[in-house]
């Protein structure tokens, strides 16, 4: 299944049925990924509801396929979060799509005191908007039925407080602990979201991780080498889904 497309509803969709994609994502499809009839491709809406099926129409911003199956995927049990800090040059969006074609379930921009990159003002709006549209790029390429939520921007005294939510794993190379030990919500529990906190290129500075411990997070590191910002959260990640169950 070489191509893959997000739309807004599939609530209708049955097998059988027609579904038929408009504007900017079926010119995509046509002009750009040149998709013709009789091709086969996938639909989905970014909460769980996937369509596959062969393409019946394909001109200009229209495209239809008749659905074959109509599949709704559920959403993890146990979620994961990256809080990615503001990172300078693109490290930050790295970050963010890798993690998303590994299956994060929620990104949050983290303003952190070491962060070169500022979000302020118009930014803020900007930022977020070009996060979202990272992520729904990496969405259709990793074909994921559920897409991730990226929040509002975030500060260090708003991530301590998802505690409440879950695990808070604060990744630090210095710490005794590692990733692949720490407690975890178990397999099928539902509800909690695990948290996992990346630092800027400067690292999370010793007021902020003094902050997170007092609010109960945990510190963990990754091995014994130092990761940049753009890698170290896709390899949490990776840790953290073997842990989970989900590969």
Do not use: C, N
Request: neutral net charge; proline residues 5%.
């Amino acid at each position: 299944m070489a191509h893959f497309y997000l739309v807004d509803d599939l609530t209708e969709a049955v097998a059988g049925s027609t579904v038929t994609v408009t504007g900017a994502e079926a010119r995509h499809a046509v002009t750009v990924s040149r998709v013709r009839v009789g091709e086969q491709l996938a639909l989905g809406d970014g909460r769980g509801m996937v369509v596959r099926g062969e393409v019946t129409e394909a001109t200009g911003d229209r495209l239809s396929l008749v659905a074959a199956t109509v599949t709704a995927h559920p959403r993890p049990g146990v979620r994961i979060a990256l809080a990615q800090a503001l990172a300078k040059g693109d490290r930050d969006e790295l970050a963010v799509q890798a993690a998303t074609e590994l299956g994060v379930d929620e990104v949050v921009p983290w303003s952190a005191s070491r962060s070169v990159s500022r979000w302020e003002g118009a930014k803020v709006a900007k930022g977020t908007s070009r996060w979202r549209a990272i992520t729904r790029e990496a969405t259709k390429q990793a074909i994921r039925p559920w897409a991730p939520e990226v929040l509002d921007l975030a500060t260090t005294k708003h991530l301590a407080a998802r505690t409440a939510l879950g695990p808070v794993l604060v990744l630090e190379p210095t710490a005794d602990l590692a990733l692949s030990a720490v407690d975890l919500p178990p397999e099928g529990g539902a509800g909690s979201v695990v948290t996992v906190v990346v630092g800027p290129e400067g690292g999370v500075s010793p007021a902020e991780l003094a902050l997170f411990v007092d609010a109960g997070a945990t510190l963990a590191r990754l091995g014994d080498s130092v990761l940049r910002t753009s890698t170290a959260g896709p390899a949490a990640l990776a840790v953290l889904s073997v842990r989970l169950g989900r590969w």
